[in-house]
């Protein structure tokens, strides 16, 4: 089993900065892509950024230039600086991983609980 840990979640004020991180742990042998999504009240989640194991990165539009995805590979860790945030960033964050728990086994998702961020006004 796979266990992904968020933190870093909290109350800002528009124009402030948050850094979340996501921790993997449990029966990893290879992980992959990796990435953030995020759900606000009455919306379906979206993509917010992803993070390759290379360090490629690809963002949603609405957070290119404000937010950043970075991951550490010796740590199973990946994070998201989010910048010049906006009350429209207010959702649930989740972090995201594809992972291959053993030699031969087939890639899965995982998902960690989440964690709030709220931006105001």
């Known amino acids: 089993q796979v266990q992904l840990v968020e933190s870093g979640g909290g109350l800002v004020q528009a124009g402030g900065s948050l850094r979340l991180s996501c921790a993997a742990s449990?029966?990893?042998?290879?992980?992959?892509?990796m990435g953030w999504y995020r759900q606000a009240p009455e919306k379906e989640r979206e993509l917010v950024a992803t993070i390759t194991s290379g360090g490629n990165t690809d963002y949603a539009d609405s957070v290119k230039g404000r937010f950043t995805i970075s991951r550490d590979n010796a740590k199973n860790t990946v994070y998201l600086e989010m910048n010049s945030l906006k009350p429209e960033d207010t959702a649930v964050y989740y972090c995201?991983?594809?992972?291959?728990?053993?030699?031969?086994?087939?890639?899965?998702?995982?998902w960690g609980q989440g964690t709030q961020v709220t931006v105001s006004s």
């Open positions: 449990g029966s990893i042998f290879r992980l992959h892509v």
């Open positions: 995201n991983a594809a992972v291959t728990t053993r030699a031969w086994a087939s890639t899965q998702r995982y």
